[in-house]
Nanobody
Framework: VQLQASGGGLVQAGGSLRLSCAASGRTSSTYGMAWFRQVPGKEREFVAAIRRSGEITYYEDSVKGRFTISRDSAWNTVYLQMNNLKPEDTAVYYC???????????????????WGQGTQVTVSS
């Protein structure tokens, strides 16, 4: 599975961006997709995930109410709508895909099987 992330850029604090992640090369259905972010010198951090079963969503506390994860009808593209952006949201954002059912651990990067290349989001104050 190949994941292609796009939509990053430079935005002022309070602004919005919409990230997209297009999946290709699937031979079976995804069980869910997620967004993580990383800044230099820090570990990759969970942002949001959407589980195919039940369409359950998960969010990191600092983005709740500001970010929304969604997907297209075919589960080929996942989106991250980011509103009211803050300078601390500045990071490289990665999309990820999991090809097996997770009972738990949707927030753990090690549980994801496929990763996109990342897209830079910079929020100026």
């Amino acid at each position: 599975v190949q994941l292609q992330a796009s939509g990053g850029g430079l935005v002022q604090a309070g602004g919005s961006l919409r990230l997209s992640c297009a999946a290709s090369g699937r031979t079976s259905s995804t069980y869910g997709m997620a967004w993580f972010r990383q800044v230099p010198g820090k570990e990759r951090e969970f942002v949001a995930a959407i589980r195919r079963s039940g369409e359950i969503t998960y969010y990191e506390d600092s983005v709740k109410g500001r970010f929304t994860i969604s997907r297209d009808s075919a589960w080929n593209t996942v989106y991250l709508q980011m509103n009211n952006l803050k300078p601390e949201d500045t990071a490289v954002y990665y999309c990820a895909d999991v090809g097996r059912m997770l009972v738990a651990g949707w927030r753990l990067a090690r549980n994801y099987d496929y990763w996109g290349q990342g897209t830079q989001v910079t929020v100026s104050s």
